[in-house]
């Protein structure tokens, strides 16, 4: 595979057109906002870049490297591991529905796609009982033999446009500010990437007990737009 295929791949995985409805989902941001710890450009910022450095980035991001790089062998048994380890670190039942209606929905996509190299993969997954979306991710990443810090790199950076995303709709802000954030966390994801390639498993943490918070208060918050 060309260095340009790999891209148009990955833009492919980080692309808001994936259909695996991460749009629905605000992960707690929404009653962030309605409580009004969220409540304009700046506290938005200050949200998502913790959640980024504090959270994802301690424990989603160096998980995904790890399940590519078991991908890459086709340690099944690390997969279904890792893919266990996920699921049981969802805070609320909001978050565990997300995650595994968008694996499911990405299972679905492996399939429709139509690809030999993805042969391997719809199989590992299809024996899962319940997929991560985290896990079916970095197995079409492995696939399409996309390095793994510019995979890690891409997945960041679909997490935080989606944020932003909810933020824009939830606070509600304009397109400038929703850029300015952008153009303020895609300077830090190089670094957060870079840092989840060698943490180790046992330093992994999302201890987050605000986010777990917001997440568990949204699922009986009276208006919302998002479904977490």
Known sequence: MTASLQLARLLQLASPALP????????????????????????????????????????????????????????????????????ASRESAELRAETAQMGFSLHRLVRDLRDPALADVEATLAGLDEIAFPTGWAGLAASWRIDP??????????????????????????????????????????????????????AWSNFTPAFAIACARHETQYSRLFRS
Not at 26 to 45: F, P, T, Y
Not at 165 to 187: F, W
């Open 20 to 87: 695996v409805g991460a749009y629905t989902y605000s992960q707690g941001l929404e009653w962030a906002v309605e409580s009004g710890v969220i409540r304009d450009e700046a506290s938005a910022g200050r949200w998502i870049a913790d959640l980024l450095a504090h959270g994802i980035g301690r424990y989603e991001a160096p998980l995904v490297f790890a399940l590519i790089a078991a991908w890459t062998v086709n340690d099944r048994d690390e997969i279904a591991r890792l893919n266990g380890e996920f699921l």
């Open 149 to 202: 810090e510019a995979a890690l790199t891409a997945y960041l950076w679909a997490w935080a446009e989606n944020q932003v995303m909810a933020a824009l709709k939830a606070v509600p802000l304009g397109q400038a500010s929703g850029q300015r954030l952008l153009a303020e966390l895609g300077g830090r994801i190089p670094a957060v990437a870079a840092a989840a390639l060698t943490l180790p498993e046992s």
